[in-house]
């Protein structure tokens, strides 16, 4: 994992003059380039650095900067930073993965303004927080928060970085439903030794597991917790008692009513 930069896989690029000149002069007008690495700033956008034919280097600019080599200026739509781009880095320890499974795919995501634009997948931004000795005040390890970004080549021209919950994938052979999913957000904290297992004391290399003892406090517990149960049922039998003489106390006047008339 890096630190504050990392490489990705180059992309050979136009990148659009404008973001050359601090977007002040140079408008409509396109440079060739090839981005080769990014930068991850935490609350800021993912940030591409890229050379120019003339050597030049220039760091840290938008995925709206860029669109494609194959595609003119004029055809490409505009399209701002949030409408390609859904949320900022969530650390300065960015991960790049081109995930062999994805390579090539095409997909298509869910913009802003609930229109789908395809594209196809070129490699995957993650993030986390690396040591526990540092203070972490990032949203990275938080189950319902976590959100990494899919890097896109899209149709139109441009280049997007998308979640998981705004793509749908398509492969021949197996994507048969596209139908859009109705899943919920991951809360738990999964643990594989969250459990009242340990290994058995001694030196075996094939230990065994066994239940861990019970120490005198978690028996207390245990029984504290067992009274309560008890305590409970009683109070809620005891309502319900309660409540059937009411019902015979009202049924008996009743009666006595019926009779007297």
Known sequence: MSYLNANIPPIYCKVKKEYLYDLKKHHGESEECVVFGITSISGRAILFNIMLP????????????????????????DMQTHELELWNCFSYYPSVTCFDWLAGLKGKFLGLDKKFYHGKYLFTIDWAHPDVNILDTEHSEIPQEHKCAHILELANGNYAAQPNNRILWHINSYTTDNSWPDFKVQTTYWDAEDNNMVTEDSDKMFYEMQEKEKSVSDLLMDGYKEEQKMYEKEEKDKRTYEKYKEYAHDLSFENDSNKND
């Open 54 to 77: 003339n050597g030049a280097c220039f760091w840290r600019l938008p995925i709206s900067a860029f669109f494609q080599k194959s595609h003119d200026r004029a055809t490409v739509p």
